[in-house]
């Protein structure tokens, strides 16, 4: 086995997603999502950590961080599925690396087109600028082949070379990194029960 595997095998991975959410029923009430980490390393899950998020609220990094501090989460890279989470709840990439001094890695099946999100946040919230600037403090998504399949990324903590690497090498099922897989399932199936 070569070094770089071998490193990979060994890192403790927190994939990060939310569940979808009643888009019918947004705008009358405060809605939740939950927000779910599942912690593989190599390709074991050692553990799956849950917290909820406000639908359209401000609140997701902050619940984060608090999840991985509050059950003392050891943990080497986190991987999340989109900045923009729970409608425009948003993960602050930046800040969650300053805070827990560990690499943060987004991976999304499609590109974002910037003209829609930014004219959605016009559109719904007056505080559209200080929302876009979260998103794009995570920089710019590169598009890479993932398994022969397009997926776009953005790191913060880490060499873009070396993130594209540890993805490659953590997608087992498909273009997703495993534990971002797993947490995806896990979020939708919870969604239900917590919204």
Not at 62 to 90: K, P, T, W, Y
Not at 163 to 182: H, Q
Request: one cysteine or more; aromatic letters at 4%.
């Amino acid at each position: 086995m070569s070094r770089s595997k071998l490193l990979i095998k060994n890192l403790s991975v927190l994939g990060v997603e939310a569940g979808p959410f009643s888009s019918q029923i947004r705008e009358f009430t405060a809605q939740k999502a939950p927000l779910l980490g599942v912690l593989l390393k190599g390709r074991r899950i050692r553990g799956v950590y849950l917290s909820t998020v406000q639908v359209d609220g401000l609140d997701a990094t902050d619940r984060l961080i608090e999840m991985i501090q509050r059950d003392s989460v050891q943990v080497d890279l986190i991987v999340v599925g989109s900045v923009c989470i729970a409608g425009f709840n948003l993960l602050d990439l930046k800040r969650i690396h300053e805070t827990l001094g560990v690499p943060v890695i987004v991976t999304v099946s499609d590109r974002p087109r910037k003209s829609k999100v930014e004219g959605a946040l016009k559109k719904h919230f007056r505080d559209w600028r200080k929302r876009l600037e979260v998103i794009e403090s995570a920089g710019p998504l590169r598009r890479t082949l993932v398994r022969d399949k397009p997926v776009y990324m953005a790191a913060i903590g880490i060499e873009p070379r070396a993130a594209v690497s540890i993805v490659r090498s953590l997608a087992v099922l498909g273009k997703l990194p495993e534990p971002l897989r797993c947490a995806e399932i896990l979020a939708r199936g919870l969604s239900g029960v917590i919204s």
